[in-house]
């Protein structure tokens, strides 16, 4: 019930294209989800968060959109640019714990 | 604003050896929790403090155990290293109550 299941594992995309990272979680107390980018060697950086109030949030190029009733979420980055090129995780955690339970990462490889 | 930083870079041990990896919270923060990320795997949280105290633990041995200070730093001590203790050992900080974490460089650690 703690699992946090993310696909695809790896993903191609064409610079100019949209790229798409899914989610889905069980645990119906997660009650915050972010998403993290990773570049080889480094931490993981905070991208974009939802909570469950909301469907969907925008920051530039990154979009969370979010279903509450599937108990699934995904990342939509538009115009992928090269330097998008890194391991993306998703997360998930309630707001009585702060832990974070993460999703096994997606490798994103935009090619120009 | 100084972001969460970790000590150190690199460390590499031999089975049974004892270790300790230090990180100082961003500033603001009084919250840090510690995760474990194998090679190609998402982040693991192995546990957290808050006012100097345990405040949650994920599944990993008692030979993991950790401290923090009044200033809001903290360590991880690992004993009688494993091979697959091999990590990259991060460290992430936020403000009690307030979801979002930062994660330091971290520290890669291989044992031999």
């Known amino acids: 019930q703690q699992q946090v299941k993310q696909s695809p594992q790896s993903l191609i995309v064409q610079k100019g294209g949209i790229s798409i990272i899914n989610c889905a979680y069980e645990?119906?107390?997660?009650?915050?989800f972010p998403w993290y980018q990773q570049f080889p060697g480094k931490g993981p950086a905070l991208l974009i968060a939802i909570r469950p109030d909301v469907s969907e949030k925008k920051e530039g190029r990154f979009t969370i959109s979010f279903n509450k009733s599937a108990k699934q979420f995904s990342l939509h980055i538009m115009d992928s640019q090269p330097g998008d090129s890194a391991t993306y995780f998703c997360?998930?955690?309630?707001?009585?714990?702060?832990?974070?339970?993460f999703g096994t990462g997606t490798r994103l490889q935009v090619f120009p | 604003e100084t972001g969460v930083t970790q000590s150190p870079t690199h460390l590499i041990k031999t089975r049974g050896q004892q270790v300790t990896l230090r990180c100082s919270s961003q500033s603001g923060h009084n919250t840090v929790s510690w995760y474990q990320q194998a090679l190609g795997q998402g982040p693991q949280f192995i546990f957290q403090?808050?006012?100097?105290?345990?405040?949650g633990r994920g599944n990993f041995p008692p030979r993991f155990s950790g401290l923090q200070f009044p200033n809001y730093s903290s360590e991880l001590n690992v004993n009688a290293l494993e091979l697959d203790d091999s990590a990259l050992y991060l460290c992430a900080s936020n403000l009690r109550s307030v979801n979002e974490q930062f994660f330091g460089p971290g520290t890669r650690l291989t044992v031999l």
């Open positions: 645990n119906t107390a997660f009650d915050y």
């Open positions: 403090y808050y006012r100097e105290e345990e405040n």
């Open positions: 997360a998930a955690s309630s707001h009585n714990t702060d832990k974070l339970i």
